[in-house]
């Protein structure tokens, strides 16, 4: 029975790869059971030997070991008949559950991203996820899986082309009677060699603080459970710095932008251009002899989650060059406004670097003195202004006027300028064109 009309099963294996620790926890508890006295037993009745009783034991563990299999096997079916995918003409659904049915949608204009994502334990089947993450952010997350590879692709596609305003189908006619594909553009960031990734890490603030800490510890002999705690924190945080950045490559395929990357876990982002808000580019103090830059973007309800598994990264050049992080941001422009030079009371690092650059509808804000960072936002993108003047600031004449964005690890503060040049930018940004509202459908 399909779980409804027109709509498209999974994986026959999807329950089961769901639920692959309790799968693997069984399997682990009849594999210490069948200890060596078992295997003898089975080898001296093969052999002839007359131990039937004591093998009897074991047969009855295996025909119990195969009942169970096929009890999660059945029952895993009637989960499974119950699961399904829907590309309609507005939306995207997806209908899961036997005794709680649950129905979720993803309109087509909504769509943030697409991604497909291959956990490890369901590449060994060569089975993939396809995410839609839509401006709902975290909870509006819809999940397909699992499909098989080229079938999550061929979805992730005919999804974005209904994205983009042209439906098509996966069962219009064979890939041999299809049109030749355009060739494929060139790579925004081509395969970043896992080395530089290893020692971009390694030379971070925290990384360096975790060095430094681990070296106190062996020259005062304080015990190693002082360590311990630090020890764990840091190592999910070195393994997903490894994972993101594992074969990462980055480019444009017309108005989306891929990435992929991952190493026990592959995934392959599709975030459209036009719903990137804003762009942060970063050259952390340590990696300015080496030339290398960090880009960040912010997307309306996507990369939520803190630790960047659930949710998409929001970092599309892990580490690269200067001329590669360039590609994401407009082009430059000379400083509008700057910090005076009183500013140096309430930042006395990177007063001079403060500055902000109106150019092309575009806001640049530059600051950083230790960690050099250049933010770029449309106006149009800005979601309210706030204008701000502590004790200190008004008694030295300065303001800093805030650029409230979507939620994401773009923030934008035009810091510690004159009354005046806080004035004016502030009626500029006001008079900014505004997107069109759309009326709902």
């Not at 006295?37 to 039937?52: K, M, Y």
């Not at 195969?66 to 119950?82: E, F, N, Q």
């Not at 355009?182 to 060095?211: D, G, H, N, Q, Y």
Request: proline fraction near 6%; charged fraction near 20%; charge should be positive.
């Amino acid at each position: 029975m399909s779980p409804q009309p027109n709509f498209r099963r999974v994986h026959r294996l999807t329950p089961l790869l769901r639920l692959w620790s309790v799968i693997l926890a069984l399997i682990a508890g009849f594999a210490l059971n069948a200890n060596m006295e078992a295997l003898r037993d089975i080898f001296a009745f093969i052999t002839g030997e007359h131990r039937g009783e004591a093998l009897r034991d074991t047969a009855l563990a295996l025909a119990g070991f195969i009942a169970v299999c096929a009890v999660v096997w059945l029952a895993s079916g009637l989960w499974w008949r119950r699961m399904g995918y829907q590309l309609g003409a507005e939306e995207l659904s997806l209908r899961r559950g036997l005794l709680s049915v649950q129905l979720r949608t993803a309109r087509y204009d909504r769509t943030q991203a697409v991604d497909v994502v291959e956990p490890v334990i369901a590449r060994l089947f060569r089975l993939a996820a396809v995410r839609v993450e839509t401006a709902g952010g975290q909870s509006s997350v819809i999940e397909i899986a699992y499909l098989k590879k080229s079938d999550a692709e061929a979805l992730r596609d005919d999804i974005l082309a209904r994205v983009h305003g042209a439906p098509t189908s996966q069962t219009e006619a064979p890939a041999e009677e299809s049109a030749e594909e355009p060739a494929e553009e060139p790579a925004l960031v081509p395969e970043i060699p896992i080395a530089r990734s290893l020692i971009a890490a390694a030379l971070r603030t925290s990384t360096l603080f975790l060095v430094g800490f681990l070296i106190l510890v062996v020259v005062t002999r304080l015990p190693l459970s002082a360590a311990l705690p630090i020890l764990v924190g840091a190592l999910p945080n070195a393994w997903n710095v490894l994972d993101s950045s594992w074969r990462y490559t980055a480019r444009t395929d017309g108005e989306v932008l891929n990435i992929t990357y991952g190493l026990a876990d592959r995934r392959r982002q599709s975030i459209r251009l036009d719903r990137i808000h804003a762009v942060q580019i970063t050259q952390p103090f340590l990696w300015r002899p080496l030339g290398w830059y960090e880009v960040r973007v912010s997307v309306a309800g996507y990369g939520a989650s803190a630790s960047g598994k659930a949710s998409g990264s929001t970092r599309i050049l892990p580490v690269g060059t200067l001329a590669q992080a360039r590609q994401f941001l407009p082009a430059d422009a000379a400083p509008t406004y700057a910090s005076p030079a009183r500013a140096k009371w309430v930042s006395p690092l990177d007063y001079r670097q403060q500055t902000v650059a109106l150019t092309g509808g575009y806001v640049i804000v530059r600051n950083g003195r230790l960690n050099r960072r250049v933010k770029a936002i449309h106006t149009s993108h800005i979601q309210e202004l706030t204008y701000r003047r502590g004790p200190i600031s008004q008694a030295l004449g300065l303001a800093t006027v805030g650029l409230d964005l979507v939620q994401g690890p773009v923030r934008m503060d035009a810091r510690n300028l004159t009354l005046a040049d806080a004035t004016a930018l502030l009626t500029q940004l006001r008079s900014r064109q505004l997107p069109e509202l759309k009326p709902p459908r």
